[in-house]
């Protein structure tokens, strides 16, 4: 298949709008490229098809925010940390993860990896994907 | 191997390839000095090519091309296109030359662009500099300017940190990177959070750790003329009243700024610029005929590179760099006298070194928390200084460590030359949300 000129990170966005979480799957391989892009970095195929994500995920590190690592605009989010997050289909980013404080970080940390779910949260004037625990 | 991680075979050099002359700056403020207020990138750029031809024995003749790099050039100097502004000034007026820019990796990808250009028989001999001015920004600057609105041809004024974060950001995705606000946050403490769970140590030790490669640091930069902050954290104990520097280390005066992360483990950011004359070294009886030290042949460099949104991108991109180089050379990890990584998150000079097995895994902290890794150990690490004390001139940094890794094997470094003559040595480049490129540099005989 020929590779398309299209607006991958546009229809990201406009899924979430509509309240779906999305990435693209390899037609080769089988591997789920998230968040989306043009070519599969397991085979190297650029057949790829828009998939919806299941959500179920796991946190593997956790680091929580400081004095460098905050900024106002992030408040609403509550209590969060950040970490290594594997999706359900594979796919491995850096996520914030909501319901981790100084408080449960030690217990947590006892239990790596442990079960999160992907959810649609609001920014700015476009919405984006974090991650809540899943305990 | 770990998931989405490519990797890339590495093939010997068409030619061997030296480098011959090393120049660098002192890294200063140089709005706050005086006698430096007022230089400007030409200047800067041209007293670091020019020092680097003298100490080739070369004249701008000799050489055939030139590499410039800048991490920031339309913000630190207003110029989209800054190697053709300033070259004029070290004799090379209408030779070919190029700009690249890849953050903090700047200086280190700067020696392989010219690498590259003479091993494959191109050019004989070239320049590759790099420059920064990581402390100021072109004046006027007012809070309603705009990065185009400077007017006056030289003065600069400081760069406020407000203004240096907002442009930090432009080093992340914006597409996902920035939207997903976890990539861009967790290069503060994403290396040292591994460490400590993966080597299973306390935070406190970890934080003693991060407190030692800032003292060893300091210690290193105490002893060169070049370095930014010289004066050495026992003395500055003291002075505040702490009986032992630790106390002090681990005081409000040296807070976290990161969840491990504290304030003397960051990049002082400067103004600086280095540069390296870079030869066939076949060529170098003909070009070079008034050498006066031993050439310094550049083995290999490996290189990898790991957008943000990957998580551990600087360990799995360093792995990578690693792998690479050792496999194109054949060099062993006990071969190495002398070690340097990019600090300006200072926990990157323990996590390279144990990836490239110069530290024992799981031990390398102890080292440091020995004194180990200073000037004075038996394996030196980032002699110089450091990011956090010889400063971070973001671009010119990285030729500021090659500058110092061949002076340390000419033996050169008087007050902080390392013990044992180092005949071979790494270097860990790391920058730009995130280049990684590990180069080995041995002594040809």
């Given amino acids: 298949m020929s590779i398309k000129l299209e607006k991958v990170v546009e229809k990201f966005y406009q899924n979430l709008e509509e309240g779906k979480i999305t990435g693209r799957k390899c037609c080769a391989c089988g591997a789920v490229e998230f968040p989306p892009v043009y070519a599969c970095n397991e085979c190297g195929c650029w057949d790829m098809e828009w998939v919806e994500i299941d959500g179920e995920a796991t946190m593997h590190s956790i680091v929580l925010p400081a004095a460098l690592s905050s900024k106002?605009?992030?408040?609403?989010?509550?209590k969060y940390a950040y970490g290594e997050v594997v999706l359900k289909e594979g796919s491995r980013l850096n996520a914030v993860v909501r319901g981790i404080s100084k408080k449960n970080r030690a217990e947590l940390l006892e239990k790596l990896p442990?079960?999160?779910k992907a959810g649609i949260y609001q920014r700015d004037g476009y919405k984006t994907v974090v991650f809540d625990l899943d305990e | 191997m770990n998931k989405n991680m490519n990797q890339t075979t590495l093939h010997p050099y068409s030619r061997s390839v030296s480098i011959i002359g090393v120049g660098?700056?002192?890294f200063m403020y140089t709005v706050d000095n005086e006698e430096t207020n007022g230089l400007t990138e030409g200047e800067l750029f041209g007293y670091a090519a020019l020092k680097a031809m003298e100490d080739a024995g070369v004249s701008p003749k000799d050489v055939d091309y030139y590499f410039h790099g800048e991490a920031s050039p339309l913000n630190g100097s207003n110029y989209l296109t800054p190697n053709i502004q300033i070259g004029n000034w070290f004799g090379m007026k209408g030779k070919g030359s190029i700009h690249h820019s890849e953050a903090c990796c700047t200086g280190y990808l700067a020696i392989e662009q010219a690498v590259n250009a003479v091993a494959s028989g191109k050019y004989n001999c070239v320049l590759t500099g790099c420059v920064e001015f990581g402390d100021s920004v072109p004046a006027p600057f007012g809070p309603n300017d705009t990065v185009e609105t400077p007017k006056h041809p030289y003065?600069?004024?400081k760069m406020t940190m407000d203004r240096f974060l907002a442009t930090t950001m432009w080093l992340y995705d914006r597409n996902y990177a920035r939207s997903f606000i976890a990539p861009m946050n967790l290069i503060y403490d994403d290396v040292a959070e591994d460490y400590v769970r993966t080597r299973k140590i306390t935070p406190e030790q970890m934080d003693d750790t991060l407190n030692w490669m800032a003292i060893n640091n300091r210690r290193n930069a105490a002893k060169n003329p070049l370095a930014l902050e010289r004066k050495e954290f026992a003395e500055i104990a003291k002075e505040k009243g702490f009986d032992n520097v630790m106390d002090y280390m681990r005081s409000p005066y040296n807070p976290k700024m990161g969840d491990l992360l504290r304030m003397e483990g960051m990049e002082r950011k400067c103004d600086g610029a280095a540069a390296c004359i870079v030869c066939a070294t076949e060529m170098?009886?003909?070009?070079?005929r008034n050498l006066k030290h031993k050439p310094i042949?550049?083995?290999g460099i490996g290189s990898a590179a790991c957008e943000s949104t990957n998580p551990h991108?600087?360990?799995?991109?360093?792995?990578e760099a690693v792998r690479q180089v050792y496999e194109l050379t054949g060099v062993k990890p006990e071969e190495l006298d002398l070690f340097f990584a990019n600090d300006f998150i200072i926990t990157s000079h323990l996590y390279a070194a144990e990836v490239a097995g110069y530290l024992p895994y799981g031990e390398g902290w102890k080292y440091i928390c020995e004194g180990r890794t200073a000037y004075d150990g038996d394996k030196p690490i980032n002699t110089n200084g450091g990011r956090t004390s010889f400063g971070h001139a973001h671009a010119a940094s990285g030729l500021a460590d090659v500058y110092e890794a061949c002076m340390q094997m000419r033996g050169a470094c008087g007050e902080r030359q390392v013990k044992k003559l180092p005949r071979t040595t790494m270097l860990r480049g790391y920058g730009g949300s995130q280049n990684v490129c590990t180069i080995i540099l041995r002594t040809k005989d």
Avoid: N, S, W
């Fill in chain 1, 72 to 78: 106002p605009d992030y408040k609403p989010l509550g």
């Fill in chain 1, 114 to 116: 442990v079960k999160v």
């Fill in chain 2, 24 to 26: 660098c700056t002192p």
């Fill in chain 2, 155 to 157: 003065k600069r004024e």
């Fill in chain 2, 284 to 288: 170098i009886p003909q070009i070079a």
């Fill in chain 2, 297 to 299: 042949e550049v083995l």
């Fill in chain 2, 313 to 319: 991108f600087e360990i799995r991109a360093t792995e």
